[in-house]
């Protein structure tokens, strides 16, 4: 069985995690900061990382910490919300070119001052008055807030989140990572700093750092820099998958727009963590994960209704979404299709062919894995958080053990919920 | 085959020219399991003119050299996709105003993988029936655009730029012009553009170039062309100024989308200046409103422009421009203050320690790009068919100088080339 080729250490209650590898031209800095999906603090959770990238206690103007940047070989740093099942999930990103290339000054100076950084914005903010930097704290409000409120100009997207909310009425994960707009209001520079002080002590943290160093300077810098009170780390608590529901839920609404969106949510009872995961992947891919797949070659390639037509399984929740992009008038052509490939798949209708390419098509995606940095670490921590730890080759080896029964038994509990159509306004001047 | 050593970017190119034209380059990455290959056509959107062998002047329909790229995926047995997803491998394609680019990613059986790429590309299968079929696919696909603010905000600015360069024309064309596509003109297109001596093959990652060049020449030694010939394509006469200062368009948004640019006067040519004047622009944008400069701020605390904002150029032989934008709350109020910013600049002059700052994100980026199989064959390609050397960006940001920034801002920073695009939510209730 292969190893992971990560390094580890607890310290100071975050987990720390190093891959050395030379062949990568830049150190690659991720760090997680992760907490429970809940309605009282998605939204505060979520203005934190927006506030904190506007000033460091080391560099507490906006345009001298971009400075910074910059002059770290234009350091990339930014950072991504979301949801892993019902965990709130912040990363931090860090790319900075490894100091061979542009060596001056000391062989890992610039893996020095990235970690500093990084670990310097997250623990130690730039404060006024004992809290935060009230212009700060106000304008990321109204960043986000735009951000929400700009869901609707994608409509792929926005289709996307209203079959979710479709689908979960009464459950937190109906909620988009970035929180809800009517809680931006109460927020102020006090009630946040509160609310970070304890996110920082109380949520998941790993640190993952790839590139031409070795653990024990990465473990070394960490002990110098970080600071936050935390106790010891804890492990991430993965949910339930969702109960099936008796009646399809359908939706209709409508929209300016020229195309049609078609939105279907099913459960599937198969986490990560799962002997049956490796199966559901398959299952996914046969349907809809690919262009040899079965959503693509008969909704697109064969009764050219759409130009996309896919589906993608989410083992942290346990559920498939199916979208497709088609003419108002074809939903219920559509809509037979797509059922069609959901019962096809279910009694094993499908050739060793499709078997066999999707096996490949998913080995193949574990196997590129390994050169990337960040899709190394982003696997990884998807191991810390499921509490399942399987490397990319493990879960290439049973992905290529599922057999035809496998699917159908996945198949056998794959469930319709929710058939979300977006359409476009009716009579006026629609064509 | 040759062999180039890059010593400081720790990298090492094979090329070779193939006696029936295609030129084909191989980058081996040490250690990475993956392999990205790109083969890609002078062939894009834009070229919708050329002259025959025979001296007739050819007007090809709008969205034809997409319409061939979602075609070449179609063999007599069934759709490419299959034959590269036996091997694990996934295909794409994308067009855009100057190429045409095929490619697939693969962890095994790259040589394969190499040869059905080839094979599928050169190999075109049209039948009315399935020409047909895939008018509906694309219809549905520009609908999908139609859409898609950030497109329509996008395409708007360059339609407000261009009078008569056919980058104006949307790369996937109408539903009415598709409509007049058959397969007597995608098989012309194909002659013309898809000989070998148009095309440019590259292939980075796991991949053991002797090997693979042997491959690849047995491969090409085995189909006959013609001699090459190199298209003659007709482009119309640009005038210089702008189209229309301003272009709007009404679709459902959250808060309107606005992006601006100036349309260059005179393209600088190829090669080593156009390399020069598109790294002047970009450290030039960076300085101006880049998001650690005075001007970002300002706009931010002001409210104006969030996270979406930013700016990229187009730099080529035959068209040049910037573009700068993002969602704002007030088009006409955003503009007045970049103009006021922008004319503080033009008074002050930038500072040099800003410069020297923004060169080397510059060079940090173009590191940074060597960790993408991907980003490697896709810069590649873009900078070699225009002429620039894509592996000599080290020297032009090197030997760049303040000057050369405080020039360019003066040439292209002109408000009389200035066009705007904005796409707002319209009156209809």
């Given at each position: 069985?292969?190893?992971?080729?990560?390094?580890?250490?607890?310290?100071?209650?975050?987990?720390?995690?190093?891959?050395?590898?030379?062949?990568?031209?830049?150190?690659?800095?991720?760090?997680?900061?992760?907490?429970?999906?809940?309605?009282?603090?998605?939204?505060?959770?979520?203005?934190?990382?927006?506030?904190?990238?506007?000033?460091?206690?080391?560099?507490?103007?906006?345009?001298?910490?971009?400075?910074?940047?910059?002059?770290?070989?234009?350091?990339?740093?930014?950072?991504?919300?979301?949801?892993?099942?019902?965990?709130?999930?912040?990363?931090?990103?860090?790319?900075?070119?490894?100091?061979?290339?542009?060596?001056?000054?000391?062989?890992?100076?610039?893996?020095?001052?990235?970690?500093?950084?990084?670990?310097?914005?997250?623990?130690?903010?730039?404060?006024?008055?004992?809290?935060?930097?009230?212009?700060?704290?106000?304008?990321?409000?109204?960043?986000?807030?735009?951000?929400?409120?700009?869901?609707?100009?994608?409509?792929?997207?926005?289709?996307?989140?209203?079959?979710?909310?479709?689908?979960?009425?009464?459950?937190?994960?109906?909620?988009?990572?970035?929180?809800?707009?009517?809680?931006?209001?109460?927020?102020?520079?006090?009630?946040?700093?509160?609310?970070?002080?304890?996110?920082?002590?109380?949520?998941?943290?790993?640190?993952?750092?790839?590139?031409?160093?070795?653990?024990?300077?990465?473990?070394?810098?960490?002990?110098?820099?970080?600071?936050?009170?935390?106790?010891?780390?804890?492990?991430?608590?993965?949910?339930?998958?969702?109960?099936?529901?008796?009646?399809?839920?359908?939706?209709?609404?409508?929209?300016?727009?020229?195309?049609?969106?078609?939105?279907?949510?099913?459960?599937?009872?198969?986490?990560?963590?799962?002997?049956?995961?490796?199966?559901?992947?398959?299952?996914?891919?046969?349907?809809?994960?690919?262009?040899?797949?079965?959503?693509?070659?008969?909704?697109?390639?064969?009764?050219?209704?759409?130009?996309?037509?896919?589906?993608?399984?989410?083992?942290?929740?346990?559920?498939?979404?199916?979208?497709?992009?088609?003419?108002?008038?074809?939903?219920?052509?559509?809509?037979?299709?797509?059922?069609?490939?959901?019962?096809?798949?279910?009694?094993?209708?499908?050739?060793?062919?499709?078997?066999?390419?999707?096996?490949?098509?998913?080995?193949?995606?574990?196997?590129?894995?390994?050169?990337?940095?960040?899709?190394?670490?982003?696997?990884?921590?998807?191991?810390?958080?499921?509490?399942?730890?399987?490397?990319?080759?493990?879960?290439?080896?049973?992905?290529?053990?599922?057999?035809?029964?496998?699917?159908?038994?996945?198949?056998?509990?794959?469930?319709?919920?929710?058939?979300?159509?977006?359409?476009?306004?009716?009579?006026?001047?629609?064509? | 085959?040759?062999?180039?050593?890059?010593?400081?970017?720790?990298?090492?190119?094979?090329?070779?020219?193939?006696?029936?034209?295609?030129?084909?380059?191989?980058?081996?990455?040490?250690?990475?399991?993956?392999?990205?290959?790109?083969?890609?056509?002078?062939?894009?959107?834009?070229?919708?003119?050329?002259?025959?062998?025979?001296?007739?002047?050819?007007?090809l329909p709008?969205g034809i050299?997409?319409f061939l790229e979602h075609k070449m995926f179609e063999e007599p047995?069934?759709?490419?996709?299959?034959?590269?997803?036996?091997?694990?491998?996934?295909?794409?394609?994308?067009?855009?105003?100057?190429?045409?680019?095929?490619?697939?990613?693969?962890?095994?059986?790259?040589?394969?993988?190499?040869?059905?790429?080839?094979?599928?590309?050169?190999a075109p299968y049209f039948t009315d029936e399935n020409v047909e079929k895939e008018k509906?696919?694309i219809?549905?696909?520009?609908?999908?655009?139609?859409?898609?603010?950030?497109?329509?905000?996008?395409?708007?600015?360059?339609?407000?730029?261009?009078?008569?360069?056919?980058?104006?024309?949307?790369?996937?064309?109408?539903?009415?012009?598709i409509g007049t596509i058959d397969k007597e003109t995608l098989y012309l297109c194909h002659e013309t553009?898809y000989?070998?001596?148009?095309?440019?093959?590259?292939?980075?990652?796991?991949?053991?170039?002797?090997?693979?060049?042997?491959?690849?020449?047995?491969?090409?030694?085995?189909?006959?062309?013609?001699?090459?010939?190199?298209?003659?394509?007709?482009?119309?006469?640009?005038?210089?100024?702008?189209?229309?200062?301003?272009?709007?368009?009404?679709?459902?948004?959250?808060?309107?989308?606005?992006?601006?640019?100036?349309?260059?006067?005179?393209?600088?040519?190829?090669?080593?200046?156009?390399?020069?004047?598109?790294?002047?622009?970009?450290?030039?944008?960076?300085?101006?409103?880049?998001?650690?400069?005075?001007?970002?701020?300002?706009?931010?605390?002001?409210?104006?422009?969030?996270?979406?904002?930013?700016?990229?150029?187009?730099?080529?032989?035959?068209?040049?421009?910037?573009?700068?934008?993002?969602?704002?709350?007030?088009?006409?109020?955003?503009?007045?203050?970049?103009?006021?910013?922008?004319?503080?600049?033009?008074?002050?002059?930038?500072?040099?320690?800003?410069?020297?700052?923004?060169?080397?994100?510059?060079?940090?980026?173009?590191?940074?790009?060597?960790?993408?199989?991907?980003?490697?064959?896709?810069?590649?390609?873009?900078?070699?068919?225009?002429?620039?050397?894509?592996?000599?960006?080290?020297?032009?940001?090197?030997?760049?100088?303040?000057?050369?920034?405080?020039?360019?801002?003066?040439?292209?920073?002109?408000?009389?080339?200035?066009?705007?695009?904005?796409?707002?939510?319209?009156?209809?209730?």
């Amino acid at each position: 069985m292969a190893e992971s080729p990560f390094i580890r250490k607890e310290i100071k209650g975050i987990r720390v995690h190093v891959l050395p590898s030379d062949r990568f031209k830049t150190y690659s800095i991720s760090l997680y900061v992760g907490s429970p999906l809940e309605e009282a603090n998605v939204t505060a959770n979520a203005v934190i990382p927006f506030v904190l990238r506007r000033g460091s206690a080391a560099y507490p103007e906006t345009r001298a910490f971009r400075i910074k940047l910059d002059e770290m070989y234009g350091a990339s740093f930014g950072f991504d919300l979301y949801k892993r099942g019902n965990n709130q999930i912040v990363q931090f990103r860090l790319d900075t070119v490894a100091d061979r290339y542009v060596a001056e000054g000391g062989s890992d100076r610039l893996l020095r001052e990235a970690l500093a950084f990084l670990i310097g914005t997250l623990c130690r903010p730039a404060l006024e008055d004992g809290r935060f930097v009230a212009k700060y704290v106000e304008a990321e409000k109204t960043t986000v807030q735009k951000k929400l409120e700009a869901v609707i100009n994608d409509k792929i997207r926005y289709a996307a989140e209203r079959c979710l909310q479709e689908m979960f009425p009464d459950d937190p994960f109906r909620l988009n990572a970035l929180g809800k707009i009517e809680d931006l209001a109460a927020i102020t520079p006090e009630n946040l700093y509160e609310r970070y002080r304890r996110w920082l002590a109380e949520a998941q943290i790993d640190l993952y750092v790839a590139g031409d160093t070795t653990p024990e300077t990465v473990f070394g810098l960490v002990e110098e820099a970080f600071d936050a009170g935390r106790g010891s780390a804890q492990p991430y608590r993965i949910g339930n998958p969702p109960a099936p529901r008796v009646e399809v839920k359908r939706v209709e609404e409508s929209l300016d727009v020229a195309q049609g969106k078609l939105n279907i949510g099913l459960t599937l009872p198969v986490l990560v963590p799962d002997a049956d995961y490796p199966s559901a992947l398959v299952y996914n891919g046969l349907l809809g994960g690919f262009p040899h797949s079965k959503l693509f070659v008969n909704v697109r390639e064969k009764a050219s209704l759409a130009y996309y037509a896919s589906s993608r399984y989410d083992g942290y929740k346990g559920m498939v979404m199916i979208q497709s992009g088609i003419e108002t008038g074809n939903r219920d052509k559509a809509l037979a299709i797509i059922a069609d490939q959901l019962e096809q798949v279910a009694k094993g209708q499908f050739s060793d062919v499709e078997m066999n390419q999707t096996r490949a098509m998913i080995v193949s995606q574990l196997t590129e894995l390994s050169d990337s940095a960040f899709d190394m670490i982003a696997f990884d921590f998807n191991a810390v958080l499921t509490g399942r730890r399987r490397t990319a080759e493990e879960l290439a080896e049973s992905v290529m053990a599922v057999g035809r029964e496998d699917v159908k038994r996945i198949a056998g509990q794959v469930r319709m919920d929710t058939v979300y159509f977006l359409r476009n306004r009716q009579g006026g001047d629609e064509r | 085959m040759k062999e180039i050593r890059y010593e400081r970017l720790n990298e090492t190119l094979y090329s070779e020219t193939l006696p029936n034209g295609l030129e084909v380059l191989l980058l081996p990455k040490a250690g990475f399991s993956k392999t990205y290959a790109v083969f890609s056509t002078r062939y894009g959107s834009a070229d919708n003119r050329f002259r025959k062998a025979d001296g007739s002047e050819i007007r090809l329909p709008d969205g034809i050299a997409h319409f061939l790229e979602h075609k070449m995926f179609e063999e007599p047995e069934g759709d490419v996709f299959q034959k590269f997803a036996d091997h694990g491998a996934s295909a794409n394609a994308f067009t855009s105003f100057d190429r045409t680019a095929y490619l697939f990613s693969a962890t095994r059986d790259v040589e394969d993988n190499v040869e059905t790429l080839l094979d599928f590309v050169q190999a075109p299968y049209f039948t009315d029936e399935n020409v047909e079929k895939e008018k509906g696919i694309i219809g549905q696909e520009i609908q999908m655009y139609r859409d898609n603010p950030d497109w329509r905000v996008y395409y708007g600015l360059i339609e407000a730029m261009y009078a008569e360069d056919p980058i104006r024309i949307d790369i996937a064309g109408t539903i009415e012009s598709i409509g007049t596509i058959d397969k007597e003109t995608l098989y012309l297109c194909h002659e013309t553009f898809y000989h070998p001596g148009n095309m440019l093959l590259i292939v980075v990652g796991a991949v053991e170039p002797e090997r693979m060049m042997e491959r690849i020449r047995a491969n090409q030694a085995g189909k006959t062309f013609p001699p090459y010939r190199a298209p003659e394509r007709i482009y119309p006469a640009e005038p210089e100024p702008v189209r229309e200062r301003m272009h709007v368009v009404e679709l459902p948004v959250s808060l309107p989308k606005c992006f601006f640019g100036f349309k260059e006067k005179k393209p600088a040519g190829d090669g080593v200046a156009l390399a020069r004047q598109e790294a002047a622009t970009r450290v030039m944008l960076d300085l101006l409103i880049g998001p650690s400069s005075d001007l970002y701020q300002a706009l931010y605390d002001e409210n104006l422009i969030s996270d979406s904002f930013g700016f990229d150029c187009q730099m080529t032989p035959r068209y040049a421009y910037s573009m700068i934008g993002g969602d704002t709350r007030d088009p006409d109020l955003l503009i007045e203050r970049v103009k006021d910013g922008f004319g503080r600049i033009a008074r002050e002059g930038f500072a040099e320690a800003d410069f020297e700052r923004m060169r080397r994100k510059r060079i940090g980026n173009f590191l940074r790009m060597f960790n993408s199989p991907e980003a490697i064959a896709n810069e590649y390609t873009r900078h070699r068919f225009r002429g620039i050397d894509p592996f000599g960006w080290l020297d032009v940001y090197e030997s760049l100088t303040l000057e050369d920034v405080n020039r360019r801002f003066a040439d292209h920073v002109n408000w009389e080339r200035l066009a705007v695009s904005i796409v707002r939510t319209g009156s209809r209730p």
